[in-house]
């Protein structure tokens, strides 16, 4: 499985920015899809992540800001952000895990400023 992040950017405090993931392959048997970000000097955490049955995860602090969806016809996933801050800020990574596998994107870089 390969991945290709994109649709970072540099955005306003409050702006809104959609990251898209695209794989290589079908992700329809994939059970777990999500997106990571590792902002300057910190650890890789989990932002959000939709399993194949469609059920969904976030990072309590991003609740209400940020919505994970998943397109297994078109085999991508994507991360709706909004009111985004500039805590925000970070590389933002799309992960695939299936089997006890885990597939990483290269990450798209996300800034949040005025």
């Known amino acids: 499985v390969q991945l290709q992040a994109s649709g970072g950017g540099v955005v306003q405090p409050g702006g809104s920015l959609r990251l898209s993931c695209a794989s290589s392959g079908s992700i329809f048997g994939i059970s777990v899809m999500g997106w990571y970000r590792q902002a300057p000097g910190k650890q890789r955490e989990l932002v959000a992540y939709?399993?194949?049955?469609?059920?969904?995860n976030y990072k309590d602090s991003l609740k209400g800001r940020f919505t994970i969806s998943r397109d297994n016809a078109k085999n991508t996933v994507s991360l709706q952000m909004n009111s985004l801050e500039p805590e925000d800020t970070a590389v933002y990574y799309c992960?695939?895990?299936?089997?006890?596998?885990?597939?990483w994107g290269q990450g798209t870089l996300v800034t949040v400023s005025s």
């Open positions: 939709v399993t194949s049955g469609g059920s969904t």
């Open positions: 992960n695939a895990r299936n089997m006890g596998r885990d597939y």
